[in-house]
């Protein structure tokens, strides 16, 4: 039997003893070294690039491949890592301030802090005078009177798709009366998602604050505009899940034209009706339709050229209502591109207030670095919000817990308690209101605890709350605003 003979060329055995040149394949161990080494510098690389690091409108998240190798204890957490950029580095347009008083920009001299033993579980005034709910409260004691009170929310898709909004609503109707959702967009990119209608739609145009849209029309009081397409339409229905959504009396569209054109519309399934729309020259109009008991309302547009929709109320006369201005990925800065002397005229309409900004979710990250610049962005939106609505108080409600890994273990982020301190005191620079929803909803970890419980709460990206989780902020929140009411009608009785 010949013996077998190893051949490390091909590595394996061969059968024969005879000397047989044997097929073999080109040796490419030092290339797949070489590559490894490259690819292991290049992460290496990638690791030391800070978080959000710019690249034109795109930011980086931060890759740590070292992660599992580094200690997983985190340093101290500072209240504020950086301090406040200079103001007189943001020159104002002038032709947005002419007809506002320049003296309802910032308040003379900033209120001193509040007990930090109250943070989370109070709304902190550091407006002048701190009479900062006062309007609000003024407004809900009028509701009796037959007049409504509102309130604008910016936020980000932290209450998309009126997650905490829906419930806090609810509840403060049903104290003060009211029903309806209020303010609603003619598109939504959560549509299937809210329970406080069904919202369907089709041939619309989208423009939006957060997205690049070349030449557009001025954005409206929820960051967005809408042009039609022949046949473009839009219809709401009411859902029975809260107890204030299912019906309302009043339907106001609000548009601009600038020519004359026609809107088809039923109600509650009716044969409908054609509506004139007369031209506003780009000034802001609204149709308003009043019915009672409306459940299902739909517009359709067949020939809407020159006309551009900035979205509908479904409301009562009278009673309370949130607008909720709710934009996916809006860390604040973006609301700068809405025209104040075009919000005026919203305002002129809706009569808000209270003016609600809740952002920051976008710009938490494990690192401090970036603070500097999100300060700087905040401090000039919050100028800006002064510019579109003049005299009206202003509650800066802070980002919430968010958390990520470090190492290996679940931890609130870096970034929230310095943003949230950081949000305190621009809050006190404008003299706004300020809310602490970080320390209201538990503090560090508190988002770990919603996603583990049972039912969620919260969702495992650590960052959004569940329909749940929203009720359950929703009701804190409710229960708060009625506090307070309740601590400004036993002041102003005692005066």
Known sequence: MPERVYCPIIS???????????????NYLHQTLGLSVLVLL????????PEEFPIGDFHLRKMDIFADIRSDALPALPEKELPAPDS???????????AIDSSQLLPPEPIPLMDSTGFGRMIEDYSF?????????????SIRLGRSARIAWYGDSFVEGDILIGDLRDSLQTAWGGNGVGFVPITSEVARFKRTLTHDFSGWDVYSIVKKNGAHPPYGVNGFAYRPRPGARVRYDGLQYFSHTRQWSRTRLFYTDSVQNTVFYRLNGSPGELCRLPSSSGALRRLELNQPGVHTAEFQFNNPAGLVLYGTSLEDASGFYIDNFSVRGNSGGPLKL???????????????????????????TNSLNNIKWYEAELDRTF??????????PVLVISVGDRAGKSGAEL?????????VSMQRDLARKHGFLFYDLFRGMGGPGSIIQLAHHKPMLANRDYTHL?????????????????????KWKSAKSGM
């Open 466 to 486: 569940t329909h749940e989780g929203g009720r359950v902020i929703g009701y804190m929140l409710a229960k708060l605003f009625l506090d307070e009411h309740l």
């Open 42 to 49: 290049m992460l290496t690389g990638l690791s030391l690039v």
């Open 411 to 419: 931890v609130t982020m870096r970034g929230v308690p310095a943003i």
């Open 88 to 98: 007189s580095t943001y020159i104002p347009d002038t032709t947005t301030l002419a």
């Open 338 to 364: 809405m025209r104040p002397e075009f919000m005026r005229q919203f305002d002129a309409y809706q009569q808000y207030d209270l003016v609600i900004i809740q952002v920051g979710l976008n710009a938490v």
């Open 12 to 26: 394996g055995w061969t059968n024969t003893g005879e000397k047989v040149p044997l097929p073999c394949m080109k």
């Open 129 to 141: 005078g701190q009479q900062g709910l006062s309007r609000l409260f003024e407004a809900v004691d």
């Open 383 to 392: 100028q800006h919000l002064r510019q579109c609505f003049p005299g009206k």
